[in-house]
Structure formats: C-alpha cells, structure tokens
C-alpha cells in the first residue's frame, strides 16, 4: 500500500491538472492534501482523482468559508471518519479516518499551525494526547507539522520546543519517524523559505503495529518546469505491505 501526502499550495491554483497528474504518476492507494480547499480548483482535483479510481473521499473543507485552508482524503478503499477525544484543533487541520482494507488502519492527517501565536504549542499537545492514547489498531500520522529536529531538520532554536514536546514524547509513546529509521543522517528539506533556508516540515509517524511493515518512506518534489516546482511542499511516499 502506498500512501501520499502532498501541502498542495493554495488550493492548486492554476496548477490542479498537474497536480492530478502527477498523483496519478506516484500511483498511491491513499492520497492525502493539505491546503485542500472548497474552491473550483480544488474541487476539479477531487473530482479527476474520484474518476481514476479514488473514489472515497473526506475533507474537512467548512462549505461557508471555502477559501480557507483544509484537508482532503481520497482513497482507492472505503474510508471511515474517526472522532476521538482531545483532537488537535481547530477542525479543518486534523482529520482521521479508518482505512477498511485488509489490515483496517487508521490514518490521521495533521496540518499544524505555522506559528505558536496560532496555537501551534497546543495543536503539538493535542496530538501528542491522541497518540499516546491511541487504542485504534495500526496507525499513520502524516502530514505538515511546520516544524523539524534540530540540527538536521532546522538549524533555527525555534525547533527545540518541537524536539522536547512532540519527537521525544512520540518516540516514548511507540510512534516512529520513518524516514529517520531509514534514512537516519540524511538532510531532506521539504519547504523553503524565501530566504532559501530549507526544512523538514512535512513528516509521518508509524506505532509499532505498522512500524515493522514499512519499506518505503521518502520526498519527491515532482517535475520542475518554467514556473518551478507544483507545490512549495514536497511530497510524502510512504509505502507498507499489508498484513492478511
């Protein structure tokens, strides 16, 4: 099974068709967007995703606000929206759904606020507190969590509250970061800034249950034509074989 997780930039733009054409190129079982949007751009992408086969779909977009960020989930199998107690907040960044395959993982999409003025401290609480508690089986937490581990993810302090609050806990709590169990000194930013200071931003985490069953977890920025990259994000792979 392969799962992607793709920061889309600003609902697609002008850029949705390539964007379905370069999912449809990556070839996932689940595709998971973050600044997914109720806007036409966003809308055509779920809707040539639902007709090349991904035809379960989640988003958590609010229909009166439909310019604001959010996520979509699109899947080759059926999905299932979970509600657990103390999920991060607000809404529109935080979903998690049941994937009813063969080994019936839960998958929660994540989309952390970009700064701790935007309650990003708490957003890191939140999920913290649903990991920790996790009672679902095998379990994936994707998503961008606009912060990395210092020294190799960020060279800035502003990371050190990620490391002490969100990696070390996790760790403590049975999740892994997969890309780090396989690739463990490797530097692989996802976002630049405009300063073209690079960062990991875009991560996942696997519990024990699944951690032993992933054979692939790495980025790729997608093709890089006259106007740059699709998106400002690279993309998450992460591939696991499934258990009967």
Not at 55 to 81: F, G, K, M
Not at 98 to 124: D, K, N
Not at 146 to 173: C, F, Q, R, W
Not at 194 to 211: A, C, H, I, K, S
Request: aromatic share 10%; with cysteine; net charge negative.
């Amino acid at each position: 099974m392969r799962i992607l997780f793709w920061n889309i930039k600003h609902g697609g733009g002008s850029r949705a068709g390539r964007i379905v054409e370069q999912i449809l190129e990556w070839n996932p079982d689940i595709v998971a967007l973050a600044e997914f949007r109720g806007t036409q751009p966003s809308r055509s992408i779920a809707k040539s995703l639902y007709d090349e086969g991904y035809i379960h779909q989640l988003s958590t977009v609010n229909p009166d606000e439909p310019t604001w960020n959010a996520l979509c989930l699109a899947s080759r199998y059926e999905l299932t929206q979970v509600s657990v107690e103390g999920a991060p907040e607000p809404d529109l960044y935080w979903l998690l759904a049941q994937i009813e395959s063969i080994s019936h993982i839960h998958i929660g999409v994540v989309h952390a606020p970009w700064s701790i003025y935007l309650g990003r401290l708490e957003y890191y609480e939140a999920l913290l507190n649903v990991a920790q508690n996790w009672q679902l089986g095998p379990g994936v937490i994707i998503g961008d969590l606009n912060s990395g581990i210092n020294g190799i993810d960020e060279e800035t302090e502003n990371s050190l509250e990620y490391n002490h609050s969100v990696m070390k806990p996790l760790d403590v709590a049975g999740w892994r970061d997969p890309f780090r169990v396989l690739h463990p000194d490797v530097c692989a930013p996802t976002w630049f800034s405009p300063y073209g200071n690079g960062y990991r931003l875009d991560q996942t985490f696997v519990n024990d249950e699944l951690g032993q069953r992933v054979t692939v977890c790495d980025y790729d920025w997608g093709p890089s034509g006259e106007g740059g990259n699709l998106s400002d994000h690279a993309a998450i792979l992460l591939d696991f074989e499934l258990q009967d």
